[in-house]
């Protein structure tokens, strides 16, 4: 769609973006696989509100084992924009696209977000654990989630 001033028998018409373009909300962006730090690197130089929960894991190598920072969701990294800004994440190099439904991206709930901040502000000790499966519930003990559950 092309936006622009439109004249039409001497009246100015400026076309107008509905609200949701215009208000900033959260966002999930899909990255490419191991790029979400780079992407989160990206977005802060463009100054872009961009926010990515990592995680330290011990690494295992037959000569040595390291501790490495790893994203809580693999290939994900959130992002604080109104969508008539969306270009600008679209642009940057390892960003595949603005996770949504039917070709619109759909916006998180800002209490959500806000919970993974401050826990990561707060130096809660995220881990993946193999024992929560798909299709099996799964409930967190402490931290900013009290008994938060999740299918």
């Known amino acids: 769609m092309i936006m622009g001033t439109v004249t039409t028998l001497g009246q100015t018409i400026e076309p107008q973006l509905p609200n949701e373009y215009s208000g900033a909300k959260w966002y999930a962006v899909y990255t490419c696989a ?3 730090k780079r992407v989160a690197q990206q977005m802060d130089l463009r100054s872009l509100r961009g926010f990515v929960p990592l995680y330290r894991a011990t690494h295992r190598w037959k000569d040595r084992r390291k501790e490495v920072e790893l994203a809580l969701f693999p290939s994900y990294v959130f992002v604080h924009l109104a969508l008539k800004d969306r270009l600008r994440v679209l642009e940057i190099p390892g960003v595949v696209n603005i996770v949504g439904s039917q070709g619109k991206p759909t916006p998180l709930a800002e209490e959500e977000i806000e ?6 502000q707060g130096g809660y ?8 499966r798909s299709a099996v519930a799964c409930a967190c003990a402490g931290g900013p989630w009290p008994a938060w559950k999740a299918f």
Not at 115 to 120: E, I, T
């Open 34 to 36: 191991r790029h979400e």
């Open 115 to 120: 919970r993974f901040r401050r826990g990561a």
């Open 125 to 132: 000790g995220w881990s993946r654990t193999p024992t929560c």
